[in-house]
């Protein structure tokens, strides 16, 4: 099968989107099918191409949103290279300007097209508004999606959340709940390279001794990294002699606000901001940490949680009915609601015994399971093979 992935996010890029897409067209290929990836450039406003990947220009740069371009609704150049590459279905990723011209090709070429619904555009409209016609904003977002999805063949949802979401603002296609696979392989504890971890302690200052809560991806308002900051200043105010680091990986736009935080509260020295990683290297971080924290609201599935869970890593989490199926609160991880809540449960981590910790994390492989690369493969395969169908 021929399959032209949109998306405006790609690797190198860390983000769910940039991630999914590269498993997926890793996944496809590996499968014996062929696949094109169309997305932005996120360099400058070059078109790059090199047999298996179309880099759109990005002709705007949102500064405001990690730095993202965003190409234009179409480019001749991209529109030649996918008709000659003849694909069998269109899967678009995204809603900017690659979607939209992914979308207008699938309409032009009456070639079945698949929609992943990745990300809750709701929690991202501040970045527009600025706080100013929040209500107004949501409306516009809904009733835009409502008639962008009539014009898809089926909608996949990488979670329940997303499909209840779909639901509750009025989406009546098709939608399967596919989760995205994940490389479980590369985070395995018994790939951890304890040399390149030293190495990584030394680099950022961390004593070999120090405990590293980890915390990993964009670094963006909806993230809510702020109440992690807090939250940690509260452990370390109730565990003054415990030696510990908070890791704090990524990028993004609040990252001066924070560590003006870190600073307020006096715990710059215990905070440390590593910067952006690539994608192939997101492993080496989940083994210098000891455990993963999060307090974002704004997730779709939480590969990050997954990932973390796969590096033999127990997860913290702000409590959030998406993840229900996936956290066990002191199961397969542990929930947390306030700050004060946040510290005490860091306290406990912390504290664990062996055997306490190695429970947690035996029970986290069994969900993660559910992630591999096969299964996610085997659901999309099937989404395909139905939506192909129905175009003949």
């Given at each position: 099968?021929?399959?032209?992935?949109?998306?405006?996010?790609?690797?190198?890029?860390?983000?769910?989107?940039?991630?999914?897409?590269?498993?997926?067209?890793?996944?496809?290929?590996?499968?014996?099918?062929?696949?094109?990836?169309?997305?932005?450039?996120?360099?400058?406003?070059?078109?790059?191409?090199?047999?298996?990947?179309?880099?759109?220009?990005?002709?705007?740069?949102?500064?405001?949103?990690?730095?993202?371009?965003?190409?234009?609704?179409?480019?001749?150049?991209?529109?030649?290279?996918?008709?000659?590459?003849?694909?069998?279905?269109?899967?678009?990723?995204?809603?900017?300007?690659?979607?939209?011209?992914?979308?207008?090709?699938?309409?032009?070429?009456h070639i079945a097209h698949v929609y992943t619904y990745h990300t809750m555009v709701e929690d991202y409209t501040h970045y527009v508004t600025k706080g100013h016609f929040q209500r107004v904003a949501v409306h516009f977002v809904r009733a835009f999606f409502r008639e962008k999805l009539k014009q898809v063949d089926e909608i996949i949802a990488p979670s329940s959340k997303i499909y209840d979401y779909l639901r509750n603002v009025g989406i009546d296609k098709t939608i399967a709940v596919v989760p995205t696979g994940i490389e479980l392989d590369r985070f395995s504890i018994e790939k951890k390279d304890k040399v390149d971890v030293a190495s990584l302690k030394k680099k950022f200052g961390i004593d070999p001794e120090d405990y590293v809560i980890l915390s990993l991806g964009r670094i963006g308002k909806e993230k809510s990294i702020d109440f992690l900051i807090r939250g940690y200043a509260l452990f370390l105010k109730n565990n003054p002699s415990k030696k510990t680091k908070f890791v704090i990986t990524g990028f993004g736009p609040a990252e001066a606000e924070l560590k003006e935080l870190a600073h307020t509260l006096g715990i710059e020295d215990h905070v440390i901001f590593t910067g952006r990683c690539s994608p192939s290297e997101t492993q080496r971080y989940y083994h210098l940490g000891d455990c993963f924290v999060s307090a974002s609201l704004s997730e779709t599935q939480g590969l990050t949680f997954m990932e973390a869970m796969a590096a033999s890593l127990p997860v913290l989490a702000r409590y959030d009915d998406n993840l229900v199926g996936t956290i066990q609160d002191g199961e397969t991880g542990f929930f947390f609601f306030t700050e004060e809540d946040l510290a005490a449960k860091l306290q406990h981590v912390i504290e664990m015994d062996a055997g306490a910790r190695k429970r947690i994390i035996n029970n986290a492989f069994k969900v993660v399971d559910v992630y591999s690369m096969e299964r996610f493969y085997q659901n999309v395969m099937e989404v395909y093979r139905r939506v192909v169908r129905a175009n003949w």
């Open positions: 099968m021929n399959i032209a992935l949109f998306t405006e996010s790609y690797e190198p890029e860390i983000n769910g989107v940039a991630t999914s897409t590269a498993n997926l067209a890793k996944t496809m290929r590996a499968h014996g099918h062929k696949v094109l990836v169309v997305c932005a450039n996120p360099w400058d406003d070059q078109f790059l191409y090199d047999g298996e990947t179309i880099r759109v220009p990005g002709i705007i740069e949102l500064k405001s949103v990690y730095n993202y371009r965003l190409a234009g609704p179409y480019n001749a150049h991209a529109a030649k290279l996918v008709r000659e590459f003849r694909p069998d279905v269109i899967h678009t990723q995204s809603d900017g300007g690659i979607g939209m011209f992914g979308s207008s090709l699938a309409n032009q070429l």
